[in-house]
């Protein structure tokens, strides 16, 4: 198995990492602040370690990138010579730091150009995938939904390291849908702010996107 290195100790880097435990991977999750992962640790059991965001990117065969999108770009490119060439899988989203409205998310993006965009150009040798970012930390790992396996829409400039994804949410129970290069993320990201339109405005958050075919 290979090893998952998460960036971000929030609820979806504690979630996605608990996920990756659960299916026989070896995690290291990197923060700021190692003792906020003690519970975590302790809970999760040999498999799981924690240590700094350098620790983490440099421990991970496949990275996980789970931190607030302002904080994205400094973040990625701080580390950027330990992510060369690793799949990064950009679960992260272009949220800016103001209340919804009418339970609409505002993005400090444009509708021209996503987060991710941002991050490959910034860092042109990381090879970021996009996922995860379109559905609650509940639903993430081995959702149970009566229809049968939501869709993860995904997408990215480099096919071996979505190929990698792909066998990752194989895993974690999803049917995925390859939307094609990194321009696709504008849609991906946007998805968020559609998922979270019923819990902001009814309290209702369960649930996740299914795409039909004829």
Known sequence: MKK??????????????????KHGYEVMIGTRDVAKLNDWKNK??????????EDAAKFGDIIVLAVKGISAESITKSIESLLLDKTVIDATNPIAEVPPQNGVLSYFTTINESLMERLQKNTPKVNYVKAFNSVGNAFM????????????FICGNNESSKTAVKEILDLFGWETIDL????????????CILWCIPGFINNQWQHAFKLFRM
């Open 4 to 21: 998952i290195g998460v960036i971000g100790s929030g609820i979806v880097g504690k979630v996605l990492a608990s996920g990756f435990i």
């Open 44 to 53: 999760e059991g040999v498999k799981a370690q924690s240590g700094s965001v």
């Open 141 to 152: 790992v081995n959702p149970n939904f009566p229809g049968g396996k939501p869709s993860m």
């Open 180 to 191: 094609g290069k990194a321009e696709a993320a504008r849609p991906i990201e946007s998805l």
